[in-house]
């Protein structure tokens, strides 16, 4: 099926230019014929062309094909999405090779075959068309990108811990080497992920997070694989993985930490092959994806055998990156108190408070065992409940003692159990307040594991995330 276009035709020879619109007007397509060359950026600009037949010589007495050429090059930086399609009557192979070299769609001899001219010009449309369908494709891809991206949240810091993440993200990022981000919950190790995104050659591609502390195992393969109709039970339509909605982008691994060995295999063999197979299907699909990674875990455990895989270890861990508790960049709260108080006045349509010269101080010496989530919390909630234009350090429930939790849910001393676990020894019966504990002292005792934590609370990860998000921790 033929494109509808508008060609221009440009020629300094008046019976070629009659010649070709009466042969184009018969054959249903529109074109504008034109003698002069230098008129061609403002017709370009004023009326639009799909396609450009373009001849190569002007000057008397010309057969070089210079003009041509130089027109070639001019005619495509305005637009590179349109087809040329150069025409000269002193041509030769060198000359139409040349041409094509230089980014013409074809090439035809003087005088024409007129079947020939015009299926070469239906071509030359229908490659334009092809071009912008894709350039609007890739545009469409970008924005969508930005979109699943959203706004960028900036990386705050100025400390000497800061600075060492810094120099290593301005080296890192602009490659392709897969990267460990190891840090302590809520310290932002998914702000660091997209932030090495935003600086890489993909960062206008799009950037797929997966938190696989979320994915159940049995639900695994068909998550990141993806899975074809009727694979299993509930399988009732075709479904892309993870890891082909990255494709040509970042793929960011939360709590890779956490994943069992078995599926850990499955993962280093999709890794290695660059190749995936969804479930139930049996053609492999092709994937390009810069893989990032995260975990709470410390990498001492995660050196150990029948932990995690070493070989999967050595895979991701191209580049290493800590992220500092808040405890050891307290010189950054100052930074990160305005960015938050700024963010909440924003999407509370209320003016900015400031933090009183007290309050700052106890935030600082505060260890916020949550880290900046924790801090963003504390923000939002003064910023909600707070009656003046100060907020104090009664606003972010601080204890009046640094180190220990919010007043609201602080214990009393906890006492040694037998089996050396601490016991909680509380002089209040509210729940939220007992419950709120209870979930510190089991990310204590475990170093921020989610799925030890979980276990030992006796509920499943799922339901200690969303208590943990209800306290702030």
Known sequence: MDVAGRVLIVDDDADILVAARLLLKREGIACHTEPRPDRIPQLLKDEGFDAVLLDMNFAIGANTGREGF?????????????SIVLMTAYGDVGTAVDAMKQGAADFVLKPWQNERLVATLHSALKLTASRREAQELGGKA????????????????????????????????????NVL????????KEVIAREIHRRSKRRDQVFVSV??????????????????????????EDRVGRLVAANGGTLFLDEIGNLPLHLQSKLLTVLEQRVVVPVGGTKPIPIDVRLISATNMPVEQLNKEGVFRQDLLYRINTVELHLPPLRDRPEDIPA?????????????????????????????AYRWPGNVRALRHAVERAMILAGGEVLEAEDFSLPSTSG?????????????????????????L?????????????????QGNI???????????????????????
């Open 336 to 364: 990160l108190l305005d960015h938050f108080i700024g963010m909440y006045a924003r999407k509370y349509n209320m003016p900015p408070k400031r933090v009183s010269a007290e309050a700052l101080r106890r935030l600082m």
């Open 451 to 473: 799925s030890h934590a979980a276990h030992d609370l006796g509920i499943t990860r799922a339901s200690l995330y969303r208590r943990m998000e209800k306290h702030g921790l």
């Open 181 to 188: 981000v190891l840090g302590e919950n809520g310290t932002g």
């Open 211 to 236: 938190d696989l502390g979320a994915v159940a195992e049995s639900l695994f393969e068909s998550e990141l694989f993806g899975h074809k109709k009727g694979a299993f039970t509930d399988a009732r």
């Open 404 to 428: 220990q939790q919010p007043a609201a849910s602080a214990p009393s001393a906890a006492a040694a159990a037998p089996g050396g676990n601490a016991a909680l020894v509380l002089d209040t």
């Open 430 to 446: 509210d729940l939220e307040a007992v419950e709120k504990e209870a979930i510190r002292r089991a990310l204590t005792k475990h």
């Open 142 to 177: 970008k924005e969508l990108a930005a979109a699943l991206d959203g706004p960028p949240i900036p990386v705050i810091g100025s400390s000497p811990a800061m600075a060492r993440v810094f120099t290593l993200l301005d080296r890192a990022a602009p490659t392709e080497a």
């Open 70 to 82: 130089q027109w070639l090059k001019r005619i495509l930086e305005i637009d590179p999405t349109l």
